[in-house]
């Protein structure tokens, strides 16, 4: 097999943007046929392309399988390379409109929920004074599904934390704080009207957490551990928030939830949940705001990123 030609010889030779919008498709559905129909072009013309790409890179990008193709490992490294280079096209075009459309633009936003309520609202807030015509999409869920949306470039960034698998090295972290965890209650609950509520007493209920793996989960379970303190029964595992509060308004049970959402809901008399006094000191490890490594923000982007960052700043003077 002969040696890649280098990236100036790929371009010389004709590789085009065609030739790398395929191999960013393959490398996303892994299949020619879903590439194809992605591209909204026949399987025939997608084989074509890929038959081009191996003529201009003198080397194989795949392998015949069962089911189809699989990309080669330098076909995979293309592919990776492309995905990169769509990504920064669509970048590229948002960045144009919003200079076109005197700031208008999109900015895609990806949090865990404490950060949601505390970091990002406020921003946004302060967004629609600066930036009216910049519209706003805010997913909020775990950190590894959101980083894995970072990814694929279907957010412009994210808080929360980098998940340890191999496959997120793309992503860079800008550390934020810790997330002290507070223990919330229905208002009904016979623990709640306690001035202070014992270790004992909390392992007689059930716990509503995360499944085994996630921050919060680890976090609890390892805490309790040093306090040499039994595993918390959880019957149900879930990372749903609404289902969370759900729950617990019509149990017994007892969430582990971050102090800043716990200020959101329990606070106050008339709130529907309360916060135990119980200072375990359970604290999730910190979240920060992740990026893509090497990729520049859209204006509109990089002007809500600094807010979330100065709204940072404001709470912890």
């Given at each position: 097999?002969?040696?890649?030609?280098?990236?100036?010889?790929?371009?010389?030779?004709?590789?085009?943007l065609?030739?790398?919008r395929?191999?960013?498709?393959?490398?996303?559905?892994?299949?020619?046929?879903?590439?194809?129909?992605?591209?909204?072009?026949?399987?025939?013309?997608?084989?074509?392309?890929?038959?081009?790409?191996?003529?201009?890179?003198?080397?194989?990008?795949h392998?015949?399988?069962?089911?189809?193709?699989?990309?080669?490992?330098?076909?995979?490294?293309?592919?990776?390379?492309?995905?990169?280079?769509?990504?920064?096209?669509?970048?590229?075009?948002?960045?144009?409109?919003?200079?076109?459309?005197?700031?208008?633009?999109?900015?895609?936003?990806?949090?865990?929920?404490?950060?949601?309520?505390?970091?990002?609202?406020?921003?946004?807030?302060?967004?629609?004074?600066?930036?009216?015509?910049?519209?706003?999409?805010?997913?909020?869920?775990?950190?590894?599904?959101?980083?894995?949306?970072l990814?694929?470039?279907?957010?412009?960034?994210?808080?929360g934390?980098?998940?340890?698998?191999?496959?997120?090295?793309?992503?860079?972290?800008?550390?934020?704080?810790?997330?002290?965890?507070?223990?919330?209650?229905?208002?009904?609950?016979?623990?709640?009207?306690?001035?202070?509520?014992?270790?004992?007493?909390?392992?007689?209920?059930?716990?509503?957490?995360p499944?085994?793996?996630?921050?919060?989960?680890?976090?609890?379970?390892?805490?309790?551990?040093?306090?040499?303190?039994?595993?918390?029964?959880?019957?149900?595992?879930?990372?749903?928030?609404?289902?969370?509060?759900?729950?617990?308004?019509?149990?017994?049970?007892?969430?582990?939830?971050?102090?800043?959402?716990?200020?959101?809901f329990?606070?106050?008399?008339?709130?529907?949940?309360?916060?135990?006094?119980?200072?375990?000191?359970?604290?999730?490890?910190?979240?920060?705001?992740?990026?893509?490594?090497?990729?520049?923000?859209t204006?509109?982007?990089?002007?809500?990123?600094?807010?979330?960052?100065?709204?940072?700043?404001?709470?912890?003077?």
């Amino acid at each position: 097999m002969s040696e890649p030609a280098k990236p100036e010889v790929l371009l010389q030779r004709g590789l085009k943007l065609s030739h790398l919008r395929l191999m960013a498709a393959l490398g996303e559905v892994g299949q020619l046929g879903l590439a194809a129909h992605r591209l909204g072009i026949t399987q025939p013309a997608a084989s074509r392309l890929l038959a081009e790409v191996e003529q201009i890179t003198q080397a194989p990008m795949h392998a015949r399988t069962g089911r189809g193709i699989a990309l080669s490992d330098l076909g995979q490294v293309l592919a990776r390379r492309a995905q990169r280079v769509m990504m920064e096209m669509r970048d590229a075009e948002r960045e144009m409109a919003e200079l076109v459309g005197g700031t208008a633009g999109e900015v895609r936003i990806g949090a865990v929920t404490a950060p949601a309520l505390d970091l990002v609202l406020p921003a946004l807030r302060t967004a629609r004074l600066l930036q009216p015509k910049v519209r706003a999409e805010v997913t909020v869920a775990a950190s590894d599904p959101l980083c894995t949306l970072l990814l694929a470039g279907q957010l412009d960034f994210v808080l929360g934390r980098i998940p340890k698998s191999a496959a997120t090295s793309g992503l860079t972290i800008t550390y934020l704080a810790i997330e002290p965890i507070a223990l919330v209650v229905r208002r009904g609950h016979r623990l709640a009207a306690r001035a202070e509520v014992s270790p004992a007493d909390l392992l007689e209920h059930d716990w509503v957490m995360p499944a085994e793996g996630s921050p919060l989960t680890d976090a609890v379970r390892m805490r309790l551990a040093e306090l040499n303190m039994a595993p918390p029964r959880q019957q149900l595992a879930t990372s749903s928030f609404l289902l969370t509060l759900a729950l617990i308004q019509q149990s017994d049970a007892i969430a582990p939830v971050a102090r800043a959402v716990a200020n959101q809901f329990a606070v106050g008399d008339d709130a529907p949940y309360r916060v135990l006094n119980c200072p375990l000191g359970i604290e999730v490890a910190p979240f920060g705001l992740i990026q893509r490594r090497g990729f520049t923000l859209t204006p509109a982007a990089q002007t809500l990123a600094d807010l979330v960052m100065t709204q940072h700043r404001r709470l912890n003077l």
